[in-house]
């Protein structure tokens, strides 16, 4: 069993950066793949960033490659979730997830969830 609890979420200007963390509880934290989702008002939740349990490998949807950076600290339980040049679409809430499948970005395969983070840029 692993619970999730995220923080970080805020409201942030176009062009500035966020840093989200997920603290996990359980010892089994380091044995699974962590993963990002968001979802908007209205719309379905998307993947955003998912790393392996090693750290060895990352995976990121093609709209948030190149500004955010997930990373993982398995001694601290916890994996982050940083966001430069955000944008107004990026506005959501942010969901970190627990999964036993190596780098997938299907929701379906992560088995514990966070309660969320709500991130909102401003224009």
């Known amino acids: 069993q692993v619970q999730l609890v995220e923080s970080g979420g805020g409201l942030v200007q176009a062009g500035g950066s966020l840093r989200l963390s997920c603290a996990a509880s359980?010892?089994?934290?380091?044995?699974?793949?962590m993963g990002w989702f968001r979802q908007a008002p209205g719309k379905e939740r998307d993947f955003v960033a998912t790393i392996s349990w090693s750290a060895g490998s990352t995976r990121y949807a093609d709209s948030v490659k190149g500004r955010f950076t997930i990373s993982r600290d398995n001694a601290k339980n916890t994996v982050y979730l940083q966001m430069n040049s955000l944008k107004p679409g990026d506005t959501a809430i942010y969901y970190c997830?627990?999964?036993?499948?190596?780098?997938?970005?299907?929701?379906?395969?992560?088995?514990?969830w966070g309660q969320g983070t709500q991130v909102t840029v401003s224009s």
């Open positions: 359980g010892r089994t934290f380091s044995s699974y793949a």
């Open positions: 997830a627990a999964s036993s499948f190596h780098g997938s970005a299907n929701d379906f395969d992560y088995d514990y």
